[in-house]
Nanobody, 123 residues
Framework: QLQASGGGLVQAGGSLRLSCEAS????????MGWFRQAPGKEREFVAA??????YYADSVKGRFTISRDNAKNTVYLYMNRLKPEDTAVYYC????????????????????WGQGTLVTVSS
């Protein structure tokens, strides 16, 4: 299971930290990622982390940081300088095996998904 938390309401320019704790069969994953889905829009890639590094969507690069604590089986998404267009339900995802970096942005590459946590950024 993947349990996401940390969403909430924040003003533009503010910060939030999302957490995603993996348990059971998902606790040992080579790749962890965050995706988001805004109302009326398709799900989109936000960030991912694997042994070789971290990867970001252009829209969040320089503002968001993904990290993981293997001892806690938890991946984090630090979101800074939030904008109203960051408003969405954020989902964490995990993949059992490694994958080439070019494939990380596709949700079909992930085996497990969390339930989502809502982030609302007010202007």
């Amino acid at each position: 299971q993947l349990q996401a938390s940390g969403g909430g309401l924040v003003q533009a320019g503010g910060s939030l930290r999302l957490s995603c704790e993996a348990s059971g069969r998902t606790s040992r994953n080579n790749v962890m990622g965050w995706f988001r889905q805004a109302p009326g829009k398709e799900r989109e890639f936000v960030a991912a982390i694997r042994w070789a590094g971290t990867y970001y969507a252009d829209s969040v690069k320089g503002r968001f940081t993904i990290s993981r604590d293997n001892a806690k089986n938890t991946v984090y998404l630090y979101m800074n300088r939030l904008k109203p267009e960051d408003t969405a339900v954020y989902y964490c995802a995990a993949r059992r095996g490694d994958v080439i970096s070019s494939a990380l942005r596709s949700g079909v590459q992930y085996d497990y998904w969390g339930q989502g946590t809502l982030v609302t950024v007010s202007s």
